[in-house]
């Protein structure tokens, strides 16, 4: 229900008769290339947790990694919340191993990895690319005078920024004993001086494969944009998907990709076209785990159960 409340928001700011147009001429060509491009993105991405777990000394097997991977995205394509497939595949890989708890940590570590180097990719573009700068600090100094010039505007960010802070400095003074596994698992598994290398590349390779799905996506409908500018808006709209409140990101997604499109001075339905593809690409490239599913391939044998 959220996703499609979102999701009308959108069609009111958008031109819909613009947004249809534009996706019914979508070229195949592109799309397939989208397609290919989502096997090795699995696939690193599989490596990536199979890395993880190995360095706190769980056994995964790549084959079953790569299974595991695509049976949770695609069940991160079907319910809401985006993240109950990897909460599955966590529990199977504990359930395999007689350490759920660990499992679990290996998969937050591994899906914060990727966000980590997403973060960074988006960073530096908002440094570098000035139309969105600009119109990020526009929006900002807008928001800045409808909360009250001078005095009372600075107390009201002060105070949010205390609210946000407080809770976690709290916690961190008081850690509870699941943080300390995590800060454990997190030296072993992530901030290893022998590990911490091929935790970055393999994430920011990953990152890299979703902006190249996105700019086939952008091509796939024609739009003459420049890569670097596809490049350079992409990141913040990959983000939006994080934010675990909709099906598959649909609605954030499309939410982040309009207002981004509007700061950096582009129309909004292009950006919202674009989105949608994304989506749509990213629905078929999980179509294996659906046969991951079928197939009960992801089913604990009998003998791990005990």
Do not use: K
């Not at 407080?166 to 850690?175: A, N």
């Amino acid at each position: 229900m959220f996703t499609l409340i979102i999701l009308g928001c959108v069609a009111w700011l958008v031109d819909i008769e613009a947004l249809l147009v534009r996706l019914s001429d979508l070229s195949a060509q592109w799309l397939i290339l989208a397609l290919l491009i989502s096997i090795p993105q699995v696939i690193l991405s599989a490596w990536r947790w199979q890395l993880t777990a190995r360095h706190m000394g769980l056994s995964l097997p790549l084959r079953t990694a790569i299974s595991e991977y695509y049976l949770s995205i695609f069940l991160n394509q079907m319910l809401p919340g985006g993240v109950t497939g990897d909460l599955g595949r966590a529990w199977r890989h504990g359930t395999r191993d007689a350490a759920h708890g660990a499992a679990l940590r290996a998969v937050i570590i591994e899906r914060a990895s990727g966000q980590a180097a997403l973060l960074l990719v988006a960073l530096a573009t908002l440094l570098i690319f000035t139309p969105l700068r600009h119109g990020l600090i526009e929006r900002f100094e807008q928001a800045n005078l409808m909360l009250g010039a001078g005095t009372q505007g600075q107390y009201a960010l002060l105070a949010m920024a205390l609210a946000i802070m407080l809770p976690g400095v709290w916690v961190y003074r008081h850690p509870p004993h699941w943080l300390h596994a995590l800060r454990r698992d997190l030296r072993r598994g992530l901030w290893n001086r022998r590990l911490w290398l091929r935790q970055l590349v393999s994430s920011m390779a990953i990152v890299l494969s979703y902006m190249l799905v996105f700019i086939c996506c952008a091509r796939a409908l024609g739009e003459s944009m420049s890569t670097t500018t596809l490049m350079a808006l992409t990141p913040p709209v990959l983000m939006a998907m994080a934010i675990p409140v909709s099906v598959a990101g649909w609605g954030i997604r499309e939410s982040a990709a309009a207002l981004v499109w509007i700061l950096a001075g582009f129309p909004a339905q292009q950006g919202v076209a674009i989105s949608m593809t994304y989506g749509a690409v990213i629905l078929l490239s999980s179509l294996p785990g659906a046969v991951v599913l079928l197939l009960g391939r992801h089913v604990t044998p009998r003998h791990a159960r005990g």
